[in-house]
């Protein structure tokens, strides 16, 4: 019913051992987020 569409989507998934949910946040996911907003044709980061 719906055709084929082939749009790059890249995931990333932050893990690390023993540290909470929030510091991984603060302190790598908010870094990843920063560097991708700064990437040429990215159209949407959640």
């Known amino acids: 019913m719906f ?3 082939n749009i ?4 990333v998934a ?3 051992s ?3 949910p929030q510091q991984i946040e603060a ?3 908010d ?3 920063r ?3 700064l ?3 990215v159209d949407h980061t959640p």
Do not use: R, S
């Not at 790059?8 to 995931?11: A, D, I, K």
């Open 27 to 29: 302190d790598i996911t």
């Open 35 to 37: 560097f991708f907003t």
């Open 14 to 16: 932050t893990f690390y």
């Open 3 to 5: 055709p084929p569409i």
């Open 39 to 41: 990437a040429g044709g």
């Open 31 to 33: 870094t990843f987020e």
């Open 18 to 20: 023993g540290m909470p």
């Open 8 to 11: 790059p989507v890249v995931l």
